[in-house]
């Protein structure tokens, strides 16, 4: 399930670094290439939003354990998608601009450059903002990470612990049984020499009295 979602992330990072190239280029475009442009932009956005969705109903089958991580990632393609989607309305808003002053005639030139510019100028910003966004969100998902390993590694340790414990009190008590049966035993013997001496004793009582018996006769 993880690939899949892995598939759509890579589907979508392509996809946007295409509509970001796109957008900045509407403006410098001649009117006609700048019409079919824009309508090819906004089919990509559309498809851009089904990836995300699809992105979204992946991460809801997600353990609820593992599912911060890929949240995190949803947030920040949800802000690129908005970003992305601002960047297209001003380019459009240009290209309307641009459209106006060749109906009425202006010499637009010098403000039209200076508008692009200005476009090109906030993309840039907005592309370093968006990658010191991912690299925060990278370290963020890292030190998760390794919080979780980390909290795994005590677990375990414990446990390894308590059964080294659990192996001495075996031992402690297997030892306690060996004394005791040893002791059971050397009694058992004892006893068993004790019933044969006795029983010695009783037949030569008995021979003896029955030899003084015959004597006396």
């Known amino acids: 399930m993880s690939s899949d ?64 991580m890929y949240n995190n990632r949803m947030r920040s393609y949800k802000q ?38 200005l476009l090109d100028n906030t993309e840039r910003l907005e592309r370093s903002s968006r990658r010191l966004e991912a690299g925060y969100q990278i370290a963020v998902e890292t030190e998760q990470i390794g919080q979780e390993m980390l909290e795994n590694l005590s677990h375990d340790r414990e446990k390894i612990q308590r059964a080294r414990e659990r192996l001495r009190e075996t031992d402690a008590n297997l030892g306690k049984s060996s004394r005791i049966l040893t002791g059971m035993l050397r009694r058992i013997i004892q006893n068993r020499i004790l019933l044969v001496i006795l029983g010695i004793i009783v037949v030569i009582t008995i021979l003896m009295a029955i030899t003084f018996s015959v004597r006396r006769h």
Not at 17 to 29: D, F, H, Q
């Open 5 to 68: 979602f892995e598939g759509y992330e890579q589907d979508f990072a392509v996809l946007t670094a295409e509509i970001t190239s796109k957008i900045a280029r509407v403006p410098r475009l001649p009117p006609d290439e700048k019409k079919q442009m824009v309508a090819n932009v906004e089919k990509q956005l559309e498809e851009a939003k089904e990836l995300l969705e699809q992105m979204d109903l992946e991460v809801r089958e997600i353990p609820p354990q593992s599912r911060g």
């Open 80 to 117: 690129e998608m908005g970003k992305l989607e601002t960047d297209f309305k001003r380019s459009r808003i240009a290209y309307s601009d641009e459209v106006r002053n060749e109906l009425l005639g202006d010499d637009g030139n010098s403000s039209e450059n200076q508008r692009a510019h």
